[in-house]
């Protein structure tokens, strides 16, 4: 090989994201319950505790901290803030505002989301927003409400959507279908 094509690909190496897990494998954010448990155990116990709390990179919302390898820590106006990989670390910078409260919104939702049964916790989570009020995460008004349509779970941010999911239940099965991407 010639060195000028070697140092062409050290260069271009170089401005890659960070990490195997962000240039290969599951840079979607999908991987497996054991694959994101096996990621948060590369962290120091106080670090996992608070990167499980907080459940969600606050710049990449779909993607779970341990999704794209061992979540990435982060000071953020002085405070610990995780991130899935080390390309959002400065996103997550740029608006510190804005990044803090998104922080503090995914820790309501994933204290809200433990309250339900981890077979409930996985559909949930495959869901995520309501089925009535699409806009809402589920979690962000405490507990999901679960109900059975036509024998199939579906998931609401609050009760207050239950009327309006039973009136229509082919457009709210619709809807879940969709917020699942058909794996419900």
């Known amino acids: 090989m010639k060195p000028t094509f070697l140092l062409a690909v ?8 960070a990490g ?4 290969f494998g599951a ?8 694959e994101i448990k096996e990621a948060l155990a590369e962290l120091p116990a106080a670090d996992r505790t608070a990167a499980e709390a907080q459940r ?4 990449m919302q779909d993607h779970r ?14 405070q610990a803030v995780f991130v899935c990989c080390k390309s959002c670390s400065k996103k997550a910078q740029a608006d510190p505002k804005a990044t803090l409260a998104t922080v503090k ?13 981890p077979e409930d916790l996985k559909l949930a989570e495959a869901q995520r927003f309501c089925a009535v009020e699409e806009e809402n995460l589920l979690g962000s008004m ?14 609401l941010c609050c009760a207050g ?23 419900e």
């Open 142 to 155: 405490g507990k999901p409400v679960k109900l059975l349509i036509e024998g199939q779970p579906v998931f």
């Open 105 to 117: 919104k995914l820790k309501k939702v994933a204290a809200a989301l433990t309250k339900l049964s």
């Open 161 to 183: 959507c239950q009327a309006a999911a039973k009136a229509e239940p082919k457009k709210t099965l619709a809807k879940v279908k969709e917020l699942t991407g058909g794996n």
């Open 65 to 78: 901290l341990g999704s794209m390898g061992a979540p990435v820590k982060v000071a953020v106006d002085g």
């Open 20 to 23: 195997p897990s962000c240039v």
């Open 56 to 59: 969600y990179c606050p710049v």
């Open 27 to 34: 840079e979607d954010g999908s991987a497996t319950e054991a």
């Open 10 to 17: 050290v260069t271009l190496l170089h401005f890659l994201p």
